[in-house]
Structure formats: structure tokens, C-alpha cells
Antibody
């Protein structure tokens, strides 16, 4: 069974850093790209960024709202992806989801974790 | 960047109704359009990918259509478990934008 489990969320002060983890199981992690998506309280979904699989260069792309502050990385030997969040702002408060990116006539997010809440507040 | 616009933002419907949600892209995205369903407090779930392909395990009352800039999600006969929020998302280019969502509520 495919599973994604996020961890590392919590309360953090503005300007500080936090690292989220996404631990995968039930599939060959290294064969897939991983995306991060967030959802502010009562709001819609916002794509944060993703990391390609190593076979496609392992490179990353980010939303403009987090570019330069957030970094996505992966450790395929442990089946874990990370979201390093620096210089956090109050507007980064959200539930953060990691997703597996499938491909079949286009990319889509076929499995999601349950999400982890990040609250940025003084 | 490609912008995705859904309509309506919310709708009220009854069990058994046919429901249609539309999604418009700010430029052509071919058929690179996905639909997700999200229930309160839960992670989103993939319903439709590549504009019209039904994800495994999703009931056949859900269908998707469209290409280019205009897309629709149709629920042929609304069931109690379908009351949720629905999001479209383009996968044509980065950033992989979502629509703002459509909340389907009970009339």
C-alpha cells in the first residue's frame, strides 16, 4: 500500500526555520518526483514546489511565493523528501501536504500524505 | 504563469442532481488538466487526470471533458458522499497552478 507521511510541523516564530519530512512506503520512492502543496486555513490549494527523480536530474522548481526561502531535497535511500523552510512569514501558515507525482498522459498527484500543520506566529 | 479559474465558487445541489463545474486556463494547456476532490480535514484525492481519464477506484458518475482552455467536471447523479470541495490543476507547465476551488453543498 502506498503511503506518504509528513512530519515536522509545529509553531514557529516569524523569521525562523523549520524542516518538514515526507516519509514514503509501498513503492520505489526513487522512481517518482515529489511535490509539496499547502493549504492556508479556510483557503484553497497552493502548489509550493517539487523535486524531480534522480533519473530526470533531481532538480527542483518552486512557486514564486517561496522561491529563495524554501528548499526541497530528497534522500532516496531512506525514501524521504524534505521541505526546508527558512525566513518564515505569517502567510506561510498552512497545512503542508507531500504528494507522489504519477505520469500517464500528463503529470498528476496520485497519492497524498495526511498533511502537517505549520503555524508561523509570534 | 498560467492562471486557472473555476466556476462557480460554490453551489448548492440535491442528491441525484447532475452537477457541472467548469475550469478555464489563461492559455492553452492541451489536455494537461487534473481534478481533485477534498473533504473537510482530509487530503485531496485525485479524481480525473489528463482531462478525461478516470483514476482507478473513482466511481463512474464522475467524468471530465475539455481541451485547450476550457474544461468541465461532471457528476452525473450527486451522492451524499460527493459533498466536498473540487479543484482543477494544470500540469502543462510550472508553476502547477490549482483553481480556487468549488464547494459543493447540500441544498
Amino acid at each position: 500500500e502506498v503511503q506518504l507521511v509528513e512530519s515536522g510541523g509545529g509553531l514557529v516564530q516569524p523569521g525562523r526555520s523549520l524542516r518538514l519530512s515526507c516519509t514514503a512506503s509501498g513503492f520505489t520512492f526513487g522512481d517518482y518526483a515529489v511535490n509539496w502543496v499547502r493549504q492556508a486555513p479556510g483557503k484553497g490549494l497552493e502548489w509550493v514546489g517539487f523535486i524531480r527523480k534522480k533519473g530526470h536530474g533531481g532538480t527542483t522548481e518552486y512557486a514564486a511565493s517561496v522561491q529563495g526561502r524554501f528548499t526541497i531535497s530528497r534522500e532516496d535511500s531512506k525514501s524521504i523528501a524534505y521541505l526546508q523552510m527558512n525566513s518564515l512569514k505569517t502567510e506561510d501558515t498552512a497545512v503542508y501536504f507531500c504528494t507522489r507525482e504519477g505520469y500517464n498522459y500528463g503529470y498528476h498527484f496520485d497519492y497524498w500524505g495526511q498533511g502537517t500543520l505549520v503555524t508561523v506566529s509570534s | 504563469d498560467i492562471q486557472m479559474t473555476q466556476s462557480p465558487s460554490s453551489l448548492s445541489a440535491s442528491v441525484g442532481d447532475r452537477v457541472t463545474i467548469t475550469c478555464r486556463a489563461s492559455q492553452s494547456i492541451s489536455s494537461y488538466l487534473n481534478w481533485y476532490q477534498q473533504k473537510p480535514g482530509k487530503a485531496p484525492k485525485l479524481l480525473i487526470y489528463a482531462a478525461s481519464s478516470l483514476q482507478s477506484g473513482v466511481p463512474s458518475r464522475f467524468s471530465g471533458s475539455g481541451s485547450g482552455t476550457d474544461f468541465t467536471l461532471t457528476i452525473s447523479s450527486l451522492q451524499p458522499e460527493d459533498f466536498a470541495a473540487y479543484y482543477c490543476q494544470q500540469s502543462y507547465s510550472n508553476p502547477r497552478a490549482f483553481g480556487q476551488g468549488t464547494k459543493v453543498e447540500i441544498k
